[in-house]
């Protein structure tokens, strides 16, 4: 645990008592956060002086009733980030870029849609999909997307452009030869030879 985690929570439980004990004295709650949160302002940490204090209004109100409902101790206010890991697998954002990849679509949301309106499925196709927009974009960026998006119409550039070329190719065959061989025509006269 980084140091000035413990260094927080002293801070905030500090501040914590001080708004309790003057808001039972008669002080407007409203008031003593401004003031603890102008106070802080401009101010860091002592022992890691490059990070910002950044209480701000919100964060000393929150701390406040996380405070109170810790049993007013500073280990209540110490931060315990923990990391919930992803439910989402790989395969469904690798068959969604495969669907980008072979259907244009003008947006990301609009190919999400798309592909879970096609019922792009999961697990060997037994159950649809579950994934948001939120999830998509956060593993599947932007960046990517607009590579794929300007790949894909040079794509419909070339492919104009060869289409335009094989019409052409077409055109000049034609006028130098025939659609089909000239019928053979049957002889003319009669040939009595036995």
């Known amino acids: 645990m980084p140091g000035w985690f413990k260094e927080r929570a002293d801070r905030l439980h500090r501040i914590c008592c001080s ?13 003593l956060v401004y003031w603890f949160a102008w106070n802080s302002k401009g101010k860091s940490y002592k022992c890691d002086s490059e990070r910002p204090l950044n209480f701000t209004r919100g964060v000393i109100r929150r701390a406040l009733y996380t405070w109170r409902l810790g049993g007013q101790v500073p280990a209540a206010l ?15 954002i690798i068959r969604i870029v495969d669907f980008l990849t072979a259907c244009p679509q003008p947006t ?7 592909f879970t309106a096609l019922g792009g499925r999961g697990r060997g196709g037994i159950r649809p999909l579950k994934i948001s927009y939120d999830q998509l974009r956060r593993h599947l960026p932007a960046s990517l ?3 794929v998006r300007i790949e894909q119409r040079a ?31 049957a002889k003319c006269g009669n040939d009595f030879q036995i």
């Not at 708004?19 to 008031?31: C, T, V």
């Open 19 to 31: 708004i309790d004990s003057r808001s039972r004295r008669g002080e407007k709650l409203r008031r």
């Open 78 to 92: 110490i931060p315990r980030y923990k990391s919930h890991g992803s439910k989402l697998t790989a395969l469904p």
């Open 108 to 114: 990301l949301k609009a190919a999400l849609t798309r």
């Open 145 to 147: 997307f607009r590579k």
């Open 155 to 185: 794509l419909a550039v070339a492919s104009k452009n060869l289409n335009a070329l094989r019409i052409g190719a077409i055109a000049d065959i034609r006028e130098r030869l025939p659609d089909r061989q000239p019928r053979p025509r």
